[in-house]
Structures are given as structure tokens and as C-alpha cells.
């Protein structure tokens, strides 16, 4: 039986054999991917028998592969390798975040199935839509920094059903590479050099993350050393007791102060209430391919849509062309329209009467929506 393949933002893992991927050892083992985080790095393109894993941080693909090789799945894989980022990579995700999944696995019959795992934040019990009324007459940042700007986090729930529906090996194994890199120190790569010093006023105005960032008062830089002490107890926890551990309890508790103290609304009870959803994925037929990608609250049929739209045209022509400025036209029409679909959808799961627009929105007729201008 193949095992499953997820297809996530940032991080992709394949346990399909015979994929080409990087190799990182000699043999034709599980391979991880050619980006380190901050930096391009050549490394020759080769097959695999057994796997591929993809993030923007080479430490983490690293992580998957191993997961890969001790007999893990994809499943494993990706929930060992987010973890990975969320602690070295947190300003791209973590599990103050979320996000959504697309996996394909084999059905009881053997025939592949594909489902769409929601665990995107959501907007605590208490919001309205009149909450950052301040930012347009104030100039404020309420919907970025600061409580109002959190929501319920989804990360460990998607994890939590990732594995249960799909995962092999044991939740705490998933866990410890995660957790011995935030506890035993990891090296400041040249993208988080970049993120520290564009976040630094932020970073130095608060005592938590000066803490870990900004050690003795001053920022660190590319090759310095980064311990997570306390997420690393945080993680520990979780990997211990499950998902549970950081909705109730007193993680929770100290999670919704610090929120709250911040200006923020979330309370206990939108923590607990939290669950991550799984959906069934939107899928098109495009120049002969069948495509899936997730439905709303995802952009995901925005896309599709638009190649809907492009498919009623010539394929592309190339840079070198005279014809591109025709092409690239036609690209910004066709996302301008799909775009401009998606004011209409909304989160199937707060409002009523929208679950059906990811599914029709990719299916018109294409010619009848972008105008083609010379």
C-alpha cells in the first residue's frame, strides 16, 4: 500500500516511490530538499525509492527523512518536520498558528482518496466585525500586533488529526527532534538573522522574546546560538499527554493571560472549543490533468478558478516571446476574476450558505470572463 502523500503551504513530504527528489546520502534512502532556509543550496538532483521531504528549512527536511527512515509515513514525516519549523522558523508558522492540509492516501479498496484537514486559526467567540474600526481611523496595527490580533491557534489539532486518521508511528516520537533543538540550541541561519533584525523593536520590547533573541540585551546574528528552553518544556508536555495539553490546563491559562493582557478577547472556552475539520477537497480537470486543492475557508479553489479561466486559451508562450505581454495579461485577468470571487466566500463553518461556491467557482466558462486586449 502507497502511503499517504500531504501537499501543505510550506512543507511537502512524499512517501510515493520512485519520486525524484535531492538525495542527501549516497544510498537511495528517503531525500530531503534543496533550500536551507536564507540560502540556496546546489545539491544534485537524483531519484529515491522510498521519499522526498520539502521545507524552507534544511534541518527540518533533514528531520522528516529520518522520521521516514525509522518507518514513519508521510503523516509522521510532515508532523516532525512542522514541528521543526515552528521552533527554529517561528516568524513562517508555529503552533500559536495554523493552516490547512491536502492528503492523498489509499481508500479500503486501494484507490487513492483525498481529503482536506482545516486547521486554520479562528477568531475567538468574541470578535465582531467592528473590532479594528481604530486601525482605518487611527492608523493602528490592531489586526497585526497585539491581543486582537491572535486567534485560536489550530496547529496541534491538525497535527492531532493528521495522526490519528493517518499516522504510524508513536505522537511522542514526532515530538523529540523538535524538542532537543529547542532545548540544546540551534545555529542562527541567514533568514532568521533577517527576521530578528527587521522584528527587533518588537523583539526588545518584550521581556519573552528578548529573552530568547535578544539574550543580555543584544540582538543575535547569524551563527549564534538560539535556546527555547520554555517552548521546549511546552512541546515536552504535548508530546507527553497529547493535543489536550495545550488547549486546557495550565498552558491554555497562561496562553489566554497573556493574550488578554495584550488587549485580546480569547477565553478558555475558545480554546477548548477548538477542532480542527476535515473537508472534502475541490477538485478541476486542467489541459488534461485532474488538480485538487482545499476548499474555503482556503483560497484554494481562487486558484483553481483561474486556471479554469486560462485553460480556454493557448498554452503559454515563453518569456522570449513577443507574445508574453498577451499571456501575462491574460494571467492578471484571470486572478483579478477569481479574486474578486472570493469576496464571496466565507468560513463554512461560522456561515451558512457558502460551502457551495468553492465548488461551483471553478467551473465556468472561460471565455465568457477575461477580456482580451492586444
Not at 69 to 97: E, F, P, R
Not at 117 to 132: H, K, L, S, V, W
Not at 185 to 195: H, M, Q, T, Y
Not at 201 to 224: K, M, Q
Request: proline share 6%.
Amino acid at each position: 500500500m502507497k502511503l499517504p502523500l500531504l501537499l501543505p503551504l510550506l512543507l511537502t513530504v512524499s512517501s510515493a516511490p520512485h519520486l525524484h527528489a535531492s538525495p542527501i546520502l549516497p544510498d537511495d534512502g528517503p531525500t530531503s530538499h534543496l533550500r536551507q532556509s536564507g540560502d540556496l543550496v546546489s545539491r544534485k538532483l537524483g531519484g529515491s525509492k522510498h521519499g522526498g521531504v520539502a521545507t524552507e528549512a534544511a534541518p527540518c527536511s533533514d528531520i522528516g527523512v529520518d522520521i521516514l527512515k525509522k518507518g514513519g509515513n508521510a503523516a509522521d514525516a510532515i508532523i516532525a518536520a512542522g514541528l521543526c519549523v515552528g521552533t527554529i522558523a517561528a516568524y513562517h508558522s508555529g503552533i500559536g498558528g495554523g493552516g490547512f492540509m491536502l492528503v492523498r492516501y489509499n481508500d479500503p479498496s486501494g484507490k487513492f482518496a483525498y481529503e482536506n484537514i482545516d486547521f486554520r486559526e479562528t477568531m475567538p467567540a468574541g470578535g465582531n466585525e467592528t473590532m479594528y474600526a481604530a486601525d482605518a481611523t487611527q492608523n493602528k496595527t490592531l489586526s497585526t500586533i497585539g491581543g486582537l490580533a491572535v486567534g485560536v491557534p489550530g496547529e496541534l489539532r491538525g497535527w492531532e488529526k493528521l495522526h490519528k486518521r493517518h499516522g504510524h508511528l508513536p505522537w511522542k516520537e514526532l515530538f523529540k527532534p523538535a524538542i532537543k533543538l529547542a532545548r540544546h540550541g540551534f545555529k542562527v541561519n541567514v533568514d532568521l538573522a533577517e527576521a530578528i533584525q527587521q522584528g527587533k523593536s518588537f523583539i526588545l520590547n518584550d521581556t519573552r522574546w528578548a529573552e530568547v533573541y535578544a539574550p543580555n540585551g543584544t540582538l543575535l546574528v547569524e551563527g549564534d546560538t538560539v535556546y527555547r528552553k520554555t517552548y521546549a518544556n511546552t512541546l515536552e508536555q504535548v508530546s507527553w499527554y497529547g493535543a489536550n495539553r495545550f488547549y486546557y490546563g495550565n498552558i491554555a491559562k497562561r496562553t489566554v493571560q497573556a493574550i488578554r493582557a495584550a488587549g485580546g478577547i480569547m477565553t478558555m472556552q475558545d480554546m477548548g472549543n477548538y477542532k480542527a475539520i476535515v473537508r472534502t477537497p475541490v477538485n478541476i480537470t486542467y489541459r488534461g490533468a485532474r488538480i485538487f486543492s482545499t476548499v474555503a475557508p482556503s483560497s484554494g479553489a481562487v486558484v483553481l478558478s483561474a486556471l479554469k479561466i486560462l485553460e480556454g486559451y493557448q498554452a503559454n508562450y515563453t518569456d522570449s516571446q513577443p507574445q508574453i505581454n498577451v499571456t501575462t495579461h491574460r494571467l492578471l485577468e484571470a486572478t483579478q476574476f477569481a479574486y474578486g470571487q472570493r469576496t464571496q466566500y466565507g468560513d463554512p463553518a461560522f456561515v451558512t450558505n457558502v460551502a457551495y461556491l468553492p465548488v461551483d467557482v471553478p467551473t465556468p466558462a472561460p471565455n465568457d470572463f477575461v477580456c482580451e486586449c492586444d
